[in-house]
């Protein structure tokens, strides 16, 4: 008999509806605008861009440069990477201070793991207590996990996949006392990403989707009907870059038809660009374009 049993959809809807609350005291996830909890709308756009895509890792000002680009709400910083970083508590106190004086959210942290580590390693419990607990601090609704090729399980090994299953599950809990949903970011498959999901069997892990990296690592036709497939019970985040292009312009993704299909499920949640630029100048103009892209597609088919 499988020590690991998917879980039944009924009860993972349940479930992922009690995560979405927890992210939601921590002011992430379940945040709506006003009025919309009354109305029954659907939340606000929200808007965030990594601190890696701005090239200011473990620079403070990237709160307040961010803050100056039109549409922009929260800057996705990195935990365990660049000098100074969240490991150190006084970064993160001043990471606070700068998000609180330029009205600056820190939806989620990327770069989870310590130098060394990866989801596999003797140390990866530790990493991840250590980005949950900076998380926590900042207020900060979601870390992402990230695991690609060799240190991506086999789903059709339970030798292979099992670890990883009881990783998660061991941290699962800590992470939703905090509030924060523990999303996964790797070269599985869409379909692959919701076995794993599903044997996991907790609303705190779910998946940070990249449509972009669903085509780089051969899922290109899996990509966007893979939005639907894992649902809005299972996506926690959504990245969204086109390399170093627009994302209007042509690429391995429709990005129109890809917010389309986020608008079909009720996705809500924040989108972060991870796109890349030869400059922080160079990242302001482009956002600047891509969140009138990015706005007229979401907004136009959820209306």
């Not at 992210?23 to 808007?47: F, Y």
């Not at 100074?84 to 820190?106: H, K, M, S």
């Not at 998660?168 to 939703?176: D, N, P, Q």
């Not at 044997?199 to 990296?213: C, G, Q």
Request: net charge positive; hydrophobic share 40%.
């Amino acid at each position: 008999m499988h020590r690991y049993r998917k879980l039944g959809r009924r009860r993972f809807i349940k479930l992922a509806a009690l995560g979405t609350a927890a992210a939601g005291l921590a002011g992430t996830l379940g945040r709506r605008a006003k009025g919309d909890v009354a109305t029954g709308q659907r939340a606000a756009l929200k808007i965030g861009i990594r601190a890696a895509s701005m090239k200011m890792v473990g620079d403070f000002g990237v709160i307040k440069t961010a803050a100056g680009i039109p549409g922009v709400q929260g800057v996705e910083l990195q935990a365990a990477h660049g000098t100074p970083n969240l490991r150190d508590p006084d970064a993160v106190r001043r990471y606070q201070q700068e998000a609180r004086r330029w009205g600056i959210e820190i939806p989620s942290l990327a770069g989870v793991w310590d130098r060394g580590v990866n989801i596999n390693s003797p140390g990866a419990a530790d990493s991840l207590a250590k980005s949950i607990r900076a998380a926590e601090s900042l207020g900060a609704g979601v870390i992402l996990l990230a695991f690609f090729r060799k240190q991506a399980p086999d789903m059709a090994r339970e030798e292979s996949y099992g670890p990883v299953v009881d990783l998660l599950r061991a941290t699962a809990e800590r992470a939703s006392e905090a509030g924060i949903v523990m999303g996964l970011e790797n070269s599985l498959s869409p379909a692959d990403n919701r076995k794993l999901v599903d044997l996991v069997d907790h609303p705190a892990v779910r998946v940070y989707y990249d449509p972009h990296n669903m085509a780089y690592y051969g899922h290109a036709e899996q990509a966007i009907p893979g939005i639907k497939l894992l649902g809005r019970q299972r996506i926690c985040t959504v990245h969204v870059k086109n390399g170093d292009k627009l994302i209007e312009e042509p690429g391995p993704i429709d990005w129109a038809a890809a917010f389309r299909a986020f608008n079909e499920i009720g996705y809500d949640g924040w989108y972060i660009y991870e796109t890349a630029h030869r400059s922080t100048s160079d990242c302001i103009e482009d956002t600047k374009r891509n969140n009138a892209f990015l706005r007229k597609h979401v907004q136009t088919a959820a209306a």
